[in-house]
């Protein structure tokens, strides 16, 4: 099986992966890519109202084979008020 690499980046940090995991194939490190948006997102947002979230997925060969973003925008309309 192919090993894939979860290199990502929290709006502020960069971590690559240096151990990856063995998957099937790119569909599968597609999903196993999409799974780890919306923790990440929780991790590093509970509270916040923006943040830009990227996993890019390398081959074996250390070529990018993927890559996925996850953008979070909280808007409040005019008659809202944020929570202090």
């Known amino acids: 099986m ?5 290199d990502t980046y929290d709006g502020d940090s960069f971590f690559p992966d240096e151990e ?7 569909e ?3 999903l196993a890519a999409q799974a780890a ?16 979230f990227i996993v890019s997925v390398r081959n074996e060969a250390g070529q990018v084979a993927l890559r996925i973003a ?3 925008v909280v808007e409040y ?3 809202s008020q944020a929570l202090s």
């Open 2 to 6: 192919p090993r894939y690499f979860f």
């Open 70 to 72: 996850l953008s979070l």
């Open 77 to 79: 309309g005019s008659g």
């Open 37 to 52: 948006l919306p923790e990440m997102a929780r991790d590093k947002l509970p509270d916040g109202d923006q943040g830009v």
């Open 28 to 30: 599968a490190a597609k």
């Open 20 to 26: 990856g995991q063995e998957l099937a194939g790119i």
